[in-house]
């Protein structure tokens, strides 16, 4: 007896539909045609199953503050003047309550794991991280949730933030961030996150290059650091929009600095486009990295939502697949071959990042979604609507496709 039998599935390296077959929280049988009685049965209708969404670098704690926020430019140093300023109002309540609603548009998007950065530091305390400890207890059921003790605002300047993150860590941070540019001596802030993560033995995530200006990158630093240090595989860099500006020969050879180092790169096209390019008045650069064009070179690459309804990003349903579209209209993707790298990029680049499983295989977890497309390109092409999701045997979500009427 199984406890699931999904029929007409149509999943990547079947040619065509299949059947799958559920008992507790393992996929049992995958195969055409399965027979064995279930308890519930789910008709595909041959559309794709994946096994989710993963979503790499987001801020939960800053998440929906635009009722706190008066953008009057829309400027990069705006939104990290209003966002400074609001943090300082931050509860533990509050950022519960409104994490909490991001990752429920998450889930319902079809999202099965994520990595939250933390603002640490003596404005925001470690209230943050009490509160989103707190939404991931909430919601381990439906969603893997990784927290980023993460220092925003610089490090050497204010070295107290410096204890606050080694606390975060003891409490329960599942890794550590910087962000060099924000710092006076950006060198000396990569060498004390190192210097934590190898204490707590935990991975590493930096905000980079958040400009397009393509001089004093901070990639050879990062990737000097990673490598004297053991870190290869253990590091990933946000934004790096200076990649963007440069010319190829110069490009290559940073990209080459990140192969070597084995650091992933994620792109966060909806800040990122808003953001960048401001001050031209026309032929205006889009400003984001085409990561298609660095993992055919072997990097781990992926794609991100980053903020979600606030200054940096006023929009946002924390859709992945939307993300990934977004993202493949700013680098001019178009083949099949394009688009599937995109998808890749929120599925199975995404959870290898995350050190999480997303295939779907027999005697892996039942976890999946299924979306009203019949592949993967198809389902990016057209922005596909998530209609249910299982983890782990367990229904988290389900958006009932829509009814058309008849005319009259």
Do not use: W
């Not at 969603?143 to 080694?166: P, S, W």
Request: charged share 25%; glycine share 6%.
């Amino acid at each position: 007896m199984l406890d699931l039998l999904v029929k007409n599935a149509r999943l990547d390296d079947h040619e065509a539909s299949v059947d799958i077959g559920i008992v507790g929280e393992q996929i049992t049988l995958l195969e055409a045609g399965i027979t064995a009685p279930a308890r519930v049965v789910l008709d595909a209708e041959n559309q794709f199953v994946c096994a989710g969404f993963y979503e790499t670098h987001i801020h939960l704690d800053k998440a929906c503050i635009l009722n706190r926020s008066q953008i009057k430019e829309g400027t990069k140093e705006e939104a990290t003047k209003q966002t400074l300023e609001a943090k300082k109002d931050f509860t533990e309540d509050d950022v519960f309550a409104r994490a909490s609603r991001v990752v429920e548009m998450a889930i319902k998007k079809g999202t099965m794991g994520l990595r939250t950065f933390v603002e640490t530091d003596p404005r925001a305390g470690l209230r943050s991280l009490a509160a989103l400890k707190r939404v991931k207890a909430a919601y381990a059921p439906a969603i893997d949730i990784e927290l980023c003790a993460f220092a925003q605002d610089g490090l050497t300047q204010e070295m107290e933030t410096y204890e606050l993150l080694r606390q975060a860590l003891q409490q329960g941070a599942d890794l550590v961030g910087g962000c060099p540019y924000t710092d006076d001596d950006p060198d000396r802030h990569v060498e004390l996150i190192f210097d934590l993560a190898e204490e707590f033995d935990v991975n590493v995530d930096f905000h980079l290059d958040f400009d397009l200006d393509p001089a004093q990158s901070g990639i050879p630093k990062i990737a000097e650091q990673t490598r004297l240090r053991g870190y290869q595989g253990r590091v990933s860099i946000g934004h790096v929009n200076k990649l963007s500006a440069m010319p190829p020969a110069r490009r290559a050879e940073l990209v080459q600095l990140l192969l070597d180092a084995e650091i992933a790169l994620i792109v966060l096209p909806a800040t990122d486009l808003l953001m960048m390019g401001q001050e031209h008045t026309h032929l205006i650069p889009r400003g984001v990295v085409n990561a298609n064009e660095l993992s055919t070179k072997g990097l781990l690459t992926t794609i991100a939502s980053n903020n979600i309804l606030n200054a940096f990003t006023p929009y946002g349903d924390a859709s992945l697949v939307r993300m990934a579209n977004m993202y493949a209209n700013i680098a001019q993707l178009s083949t099949d071959e394009e688009i599937r790298a995109a998808y890749e990029m929120v599925t199975t680049n995404a959870a290898r990042l995350l050190a999480r499983q997303a295939r779907l295989r027999v005697g892996g977890p039942a976890t999946f979604v299924l979306l009203e497309a019949p592949s993967a390109t198809d389902a990016i092409r057209t922005i596909a609507q998530p209609l249910l999701g299982y983890k782990n045997g367990r229904p988290t979500f389900a958006n009932p496709k829509a009814v058309l009427y008849p005319a009259g």
